[in-house]
């Protein structure tokens, strides 16, 4: 039999701070590789304390209790080896890989590239390492290393490689934006093409806060084809057998490996590993899923993401503000794909300004899920407020943007008060257009625990609901929510368009602001109107308070709001003159 | 005349972003510090853009226009020496101190040392620098370096004294908290007793939306003594004449600069600078601002911040919910002292269960202050709310804490409703030990613009009111309300010790675990009894979500909330059994 290695990559959902947890489904998933006769076990980043920990890595007993777990599981590895993430203690604390087998703890690697940009902070928890190695297992050569180690072309995977590495193993947690799986797969095909190398790239999956995890781990051969992928959003367990003798047998032909192999081999320190017994047993063919449409991709996102949040934090069920608008049906619809259609309430909130349209598209709507509702009236509500406030505060000044937040505030309350009552989790259905824009009420609207479409432009909003009714082969979101124009029915005739421009200028414009970081020339030059770009530009700006007090949302561009974005709210900077 | 050198610190509160009025103060102040026959004007770090100016780095527009704006200085800069902060572009982006003499820019240092912890991201967007360098200027050598570079013992500042520089210049950001400032007086003493030199540390002053800075540049010669220092929390300049004779007095007699200077004279670069013309002018006795009391460090720390905040984000008014209790009137008492009794609202929001002790003294108090006030009963509204939820939702369901939220969110919506209306800032008045507990309702008396007290412990806001009365003369805070039981008057005979534990006990549990993330062990070894701290801690765990949702406030401890503290809401890290 040729040289070849069974790997198999745990691509679990962990959750962070469960140590108990996380070590629980580390062990019961060494024994399902060992019994089908894996030599490696691969587990994503920190896996034992899941990602990102943030600042309970600032304390000393967390870091110490993870190790207690990492040294609960070194005893439950027998004939296998199992490569777990953790945080390694070495003089100060790293992000590490621990290598097991045979009930020992063999070696530690460290992560040597640490990534401090977007949502990241690792530089603010972590030394770098320095010591790059590579495992002898049985005959082949093996290389651990970790995330933002092998987006650098010259990072401690192309060393492992000139000093022999034949499989690299690269234990991840990236997060997941649109467009990203696309990126990433070509970026580490590359790196198996350029090193001559097979690459098992394994990735988290679930949702945690304001990310969320694609798994969909692979391994790519030498010649940068995926041979092997793990489900997408959904734990799984990749099997697969590495052929390495054909590594070695395109490195005869091929001299990129051997040029510089002198130097690298100073730079990396050999260990060898105890080979795991040979089984007889018949070969796996791996399994490959397919990539995914755009859409479905993003829905999975957020249905993940929101089920996480939501299960992981306790709570059973969910309480959403339905106007009859396609913002608050899309997060209806993707509240009942990830709790199912019991635990989501929906509650209208009708006021002298909704229409009858409004309140039959959104009572067909929950009926199409199948998802309870309330209705209550906040009619009576505002017009004691307006009373109490004419009375003692402002007689008989004329009604203007005030009382539109007050109609928004009292539902914010409402929906708080129908949570605190009965323990329900208020989804927020704004969209990541009026995030941009401050088109939202603080305290009102922008009330909840989780804002699942924050990320999403309106235009994309609408898209997604095309895509979720043709998904779903019926008119779950009802006909006219797609073609009656956006209003937050605030005050009669409103309409979204009375204040912002058109979405289909508008998120453009964002995206080139918000995401792209470019200047008001540059947009435009894009082609967009000088006067309709400054007030976009102005907008984004001035609501920086706002979006600073929004509860957390789900991820899905390369920048969200959040620990994505930090701009400063006291800021004086002008894009334009 | 010994060598010597005249100093001007400028000692500026600028503006983030406000390029263009950040450069106008700079060239004032240059102006002065000529006039007054400085050889050397120094600014603070970041100088140009204001410190931090987060991710308005990730511009290429404000990286460019900061550059413009240091080329529009260079020219201004005639008989005199500037040394001024601002982005450096090099390849990548640097935190940089540019050096400029007679309309030329000599030099640029940048940053060596980039902080990335506690409220500082600097990995996130800075290079950093790794070339050192001294001026000689008249016959003297000069060191300059940037903030944290000094608070490594081998720090370029120590290359710079090796190699001969007499006078150590830094130029810092160092925000405020209680304690900071003679931590760090001490450990610039040490430097420059260390090094055998005259160390000058320049600090920014004012408010940045979290953070507060000090102020208090000051100078210290060889023997660790400070012998001028600017005003702590205000704007100022500060002179001074630096025998730099003295330096090499000392050097002569001890040998601690001498031992490695081969090593350093190669690591470090020497430019000279053409001195400024020298001027017969009297000798400078230089100011020295005394230090302050703790309560009235921290007092001038809020009002700055306070200020600032809302000036800068150009607001006129702010709006105050006062309760009566010793939280709202600490607030409107420093909302008083930073903008004046004319731009500070009151409001009272009585209920049912509001006593007439509480209305009394919230009226004594605005009285005292002299402030305007509005009174908007809220029964009303809560009487309609309860209805329209009995009515819609709930039947009979007994009351419980829903119906005491609803109360606090009328009275946020309230608020928000005078803020639209009249364009004023809400203030909020949550302390830390609430913020730590979650004991505060979201969207309720959380709502506002930005959460004064929320850096400070309830026993020590107590002590701010007795300071503050102390410093008035006169008894501004009505007596009753620093002897009544605290309640948030929520339901009848409510007191916050029905659901916290006293706050002498309850403030050294939150400083241990929130400030110091020290264990439940360790809390429990400190003397409190074990069920109260687990009760505490886990209030402190599961309330992250609403602390995520606050209005920023001013850091006043080692560990703040917001960027300063960054935790998971999605977490089981449990911190006992």
Redesign the interface.
Known sequence: MVRSLRLALSQCNF?????E?NVKKIVESIKIAENRGADIVVFPELAVTGY?????L?????IEENIEALNSIVPEVKDIIAVVGFVGVDEDIHNSAAIIHNGKLIDVYHKIFLP??SVF?E??YFKRGGRITIYEIRDCKVGVNICEDIWYPDGPHHFQALAGAELIINISASPYYAGKRAYREKMIAVRAMDNIAVVAYMNLVG???ELVFDGGSFIVNPLGEIFARAKIFEEDMLFADVDIESVLRIRLHDPRMRKESDVAKEKVERIFVAPPAKRKQERIEPYKEEDLPLEEEVLRALIVGTR??VR??GFEKVLIGLSGGIDSSIVAAIATEALGPDNVIGVLMPSQYTSRESIEDAETLAKNLGIKT?????T??FE??K???RE???GD?PE???EE??QA??R???L???S??FGWLVLTTGNKSEMSCGYAT??GDM?G?FAVIKDVMKTFVYRLGRYYNKRKGREIIPERVFVKPPSAELKPNQTDQDTLPPYEILDPILKAYVEE?R???EIVAMGFPPDIVKKVLRMVDINE?KR?????GIKITPRAFG?D???????????FD
Chains 1, 2 share one sequence.
């Open positions: 959750v962070v701070g469960d140590l947890g990102p920990p943030e600042d309970l600032l304390k000393p007993q967390f401090t940009y902070d530089d603010r949702g945690q806060d996480d949040y992981k934090n309330y209705v209550v009236p906040i009576e509500i004691t407020y009373k109490v406030l003692n505060v402002w000044m203007d943007v005030t937040n007050i505030r009292i914010g309350n409402i708080m008060a129908l605190n009552k603080l305290y009330a625990g970081d200047s008001y020339k308070y600073r007090q929004a509860p957390p620990k974005r930090r701009l400063p709210i006291t800021n004086k900077f002008k894009p």
